[in-house]
T-cell receptor
Framework: GENVEQHPSTLSVQEGDSAVIKCTYS??????FPWYKQELGKRPQLIID?????GEKKDQRIAVTLNKTAKHFSLHITETQPEDSAVYFC??????????FGTGTRLLVSP | EAGVVQSPRYKIIEKKQPVAFWCNPI?????LYWYRQNLGQGPELLIR????????DSQLPKDRFSAERLKGVDSTLKIQPAELGDSAVYLC?????????????????????FGPGTRLTVL
């Protein structure tokens, strides 16, 4: 089955700095990699995802890169803002419609 | 569009008591998931339904956990009896299913929409 590792577990940045969160996966057949944001006490929400036929996807200040050879993918947030503070989870598929989630990265953006 | 609805939002019970959680997925979503999220961890799948059929319950502790989705819409997850280690947030999610274009095509994943969760505390 799939194994997903996520680093770092916590990340503190100053407002305006960039933040990068990295995940590795084990199943070379995986073809879909979503990132979820979970604010304290709230539900996880999809912020961006990437499929294995592209190497990078960008949506305003958020981007995801995928390296299939190395089996890792990363979330990049530029010009961070205090409202970006949350826990971010990566995920990778194992089997049909089944996602394995990483352990999460707590991002703190200080004003 | 209404999101995934869960109730109750919070539940405190004593160990050995039963507890049930309810989920109403987004209209038209035929795939429903129950996850457990322990503090500081990512969600872990307990069971997945395609319409009313449980197609993946390999991680559901069947000695005490049960689930049903009788009409392929709402679902309930039950724990009986609850143990101290069951304290967690129980998340329900739903998605549509995008079937592969052909036998050689990979199955495509669609976004899973999560509900607000039920925070269970077992004393």
């Amino acid at each position: 089955g799939e194994n997903v590792e996520q680093h770092p577990s916590t990340l503190s940045v100053q407002e305006g700095d960039s933040a990068v969160i990295k995940c590795t996966y084990s199943d070379s057949a995986s073809n879909y990699f979503p990132w979820y944001k979970q604010e304290l006490g709230k539900r996880p929400q999809l912020i961006i995802d990437i499929r294995s036929n592209v190497g990078e996807k960008k949506d305003q200040r958020i981007a995801v890169t995928l390296n299939k050879t190395a089996k890792h993918f990363s979330l990049h947030i530029t010009e961070t803002q205090p409202e970006d503070s949350a826990v971010y989870f990566c995920a990778a598929p194992t089997g049909f419609q089944k996602l394995v989630f990483g352990t999460g990265t707590r991002l703190l953006v200080s004003p | 569009e209404a999101g995934v609805v869960q109730s109750p939002r919070y539940k405190i019970i004593e160990k050995k008591q039963p507890v049930a959680f309810w989920c109403n997925p987004i209209s038209g979503h035929n795939t429903l998931y129950w996850y457990r999220q322990n503090l500081g961890q990512g969600p872990e799948l307990l069971i997945r339904y395609e319409n009313e059929e449980a197609v993946d319950d390999s991680q559901l502790p069947k000695d005490r956990f049960s689930a049903e989705r009788l009409k392929g819409v709402d679902s309930t997850l039950k724990i009986q009896p609850a143990e101290l280690g069951d304290s967690a947030v129980y998340l329900c999610a739903s998605s549509t299913r995008h079937l592969p274009a052909g036998p050689e095509s990979p199955e495509l994943y669609n976004e899973q929409f999560f509900g607000p969760g039920t925070r269970l505390t077992v004393l």
